[in-house]
């Protein structure tokens, strides 16, 4: 009786032993897993030593960007474009539209010289080359009004020639006509001289043949009279006088 008494005490004192193990147990697990100020100051310090870090590797990365875009800014390109405008300027207008562009280019370029100061000798180098462009679209617009004006002279000269030459060509036609008519009037007169002699000889065998005594004097003037006569019917009606002017 005595021993089975004491096997439930001492069951039961085992019991509180191990429940008091187990408390004991839980309640440093849960101290272990509950978070102090410490921690929370530490994980406070990492995520703001993060964040500065990304701000600064974010500041950093801009400055780059904007050092590429600065960097990779043609400055050459803008006396480029006006030498090939002012190229292909073939009027006083287009090479003041030119002049204009370059003028622009200049104003903007030495605004430039303020933001980007590690490319000012580009910049200069530009600019200088734009001022002289604008100094050769003075020049070439000089000599765009003197090349018009050669070439109006030229044109009034071309045209005072092919008057002259058309003149020529006149007074050579009526030369040639005046000769041609010099020819026919010779051709006509020989013709004359041909009758008159013919009609003397005949009006002197008529004399003869009937016996009537007939001078010189009376021959003469029939003939005459004959050579006017056929003077009249074959003389050319007169022809006005050629114009070739054109």
């Known amino acids: 009786m005595k021993d089975m008494s004491i096997q439930p005490v001492a069951a039961a004192s085992q019991q509180d032993g191990w429940s008091q ?22 994980e406070e310090s990492k995520s703001l030593t993060e964040m500065i870090k990304d701000a600064q590797e974010k500041a950093e990365a801009h400055r780059s960007a904007l050092k590429v875009t ?6 050459g390109d803008a006396p480029l474009e006006a030498y090939a405008r002012l190229a292909r300027a073939k009027s006083v207008s287009e090479v ?16 430039k010289l303020h933001v980007d100061p590690e490319n000012s000798a580009k910049i200069k180098a ?11 679209g003075a020049r070439k617009k000089r000599e765009l009004t003197r090349e018009k004006i050669d070439a109006q002279r030229v044109a009034r000269s071309e045209e005072a020639q092919r008057r002259k030459e058309t003149e020529l060509r006149r007074r050579k036609v009526q030369r040639a006509v005046r000769e041609s008519g010099y020819l026919r009037e010779a051709e006509v007169s020989s013709r004359l001289a041909d009758h008159v002699t013919a009609t003397q000889v ?25 050579t006017a006569t056929a003077a009249a019917a074959a003389a050319p009606a007169p022809s006005a006088e050629l114009s070739l002017q054109g």
């Open 126 to 136: 530009a600019i200088q080359q734009l001022q002289k462009a604008v100094n050769r």
């Open 70 to 75: 600065k960097n990779s800014t043609r400055y």
């Open 21 to 42: 193990r187990d408390s004991s147990a839980s309640v440093q697990d849960s101290a272990a897993a509950a978070p102090t100020l410490s921690d929370y100051a530490e």
């Open 202 to 226: 005949e009006l002197r065998q008529q004399a003869q043949s009937i016996g009537a005594p007939v001078g010189p004097a009376a021959a003469d003037y029939a003939a005459q009279q004959y």
């Open 96 to 111: 003041n539209a030119a002049s204009g562009y370059a003028r622009r280019r200049i104003a903007q370029l030495q605004g």
